[in-house]
């Protein structure tokens, strides 16, 4: 069974920095996209930030240029570095993957999440 695990959240000032890393983990052939998705209270999901296999990256408006997607495909991993944080990028943060594994099945794979909190 394939899982993903979240860690890295926390409690910041605002200015301050985090970084996120999902592992991925169980039988798992290969990853295609991975990213990071974003829940605040009372607000729907949103997209943060994805990467390709290939290393193609996307961002929402909102994080571009205080937000890096990196992946080390070796460890199954996707990590999201944080910087310049501020109060509105409070909310729980979500890994997700579309990953290929038992009898060649693409299924799409959600972490159970990780909080970030930034106080101002």
């Known amino acids: 069974q394939v899982r993903l695990v979240e860690s890295g959240g926390g409690l910041v000032q605002a200015g301050g920095s985090l970084r996120l890393s999902c592992a991925a983990s169980?039988?798992?052939?290969?990853?295609?996209?991975m990213g990071w998705y974003r829940q605040a209270p009372g607000k729907q999901r949103e997209l943060v930030a994805t990467i390709t296999s290939g290393g193609t990256t996307t961002y929402a408006d909102s994080v571009k240029g205080r937000f890096t997607i990196s992946r080390d495909s070796a460890k199954n991993t996707v990590y999201l570095q944080m910087i310049s944080l501020k109060p509105e990028d409070t909310a729980v943060y979500y890994c997700?993957?579309?990953?290929?594994?038992?009898?060649?099945?693409?299924?799409?794979?959600w972490g159970q999440g990780t909080q970030v909190t930034v106080s101002s």
């Open positions: 169980g039988l798992i052939l290969s990853i295609n996209n």
């Open positions: 997700n993957a579309d990953i290929i594994g038992s009898f060649f099945s693409l299924k799409d794979y």
